[in-house]
């Protein structure tokens, strides 16, 4: 039974950081792409970062490149989401989510998610 477990998420001001965690259980998830995805209320979820669990490859989307990063810990079957220079257009449920697609960025291509975890952006 294939687990994520986000933590990390939080109250923080317009230029801040916030690092996400997602602590993935179940299986080995070498074959596996890893993502982050959001969904603000009222809004679809949005693709956000993701990897192969190889390490080899990521992606972000444009609308937080330069901004946040994605990492993982192999060791501690940990993925992680750097989040800097944070805005309150930021703001959402954060989730994480696994697949075998490589390197997805359709939420609809992961087959496991986690519960997700609240950041919040304030002005």
């Known amino acids: 039974q294939v687990q994520l477990v986000e933590s990390g998420g939080g109250l923080v001001q317009a230029g801040g950081s916030l690092r996400l965690s997602c602590a993935a259980s179940?299986?080995?998830?070498?074959?596996?792409?890893m993502g982050w995805f959001r969904q603000a209320p009222g809004k679809e979820r949005e693709f956000v970062a993701t990897?192969?669990?190889?390490?080899?490859?990521?992606n972000v989307a444009d609308s937080v490149k330069g901004r946040f990063s994605i990492s993982r810990d192999s060791a501690k079957k940990t993925v992680y989401l750097q989040m800097n220079s944070l805005k309150p257009e930021d703001t959402a449920v954060y989730y994480c989510?696994?697949?075998?697609?490589?390197?997805?960025?359709?939420?609809?291509?992961?087959?496991?998610w986690g519960q997700g975890t609240q950041v919040t952006v304030s002005s």
């Open positions: 990897m192969r669990w190889s390490g080899d490859s990521t």
């Open positions: 179940g299986r080995t998830f070498s074959s596996y792409t």
């Open positions: 989510a696994t697949g075998l697609v490589s390197l997805a960025t359709r939420s609809a291509e992961y087959d496991y």
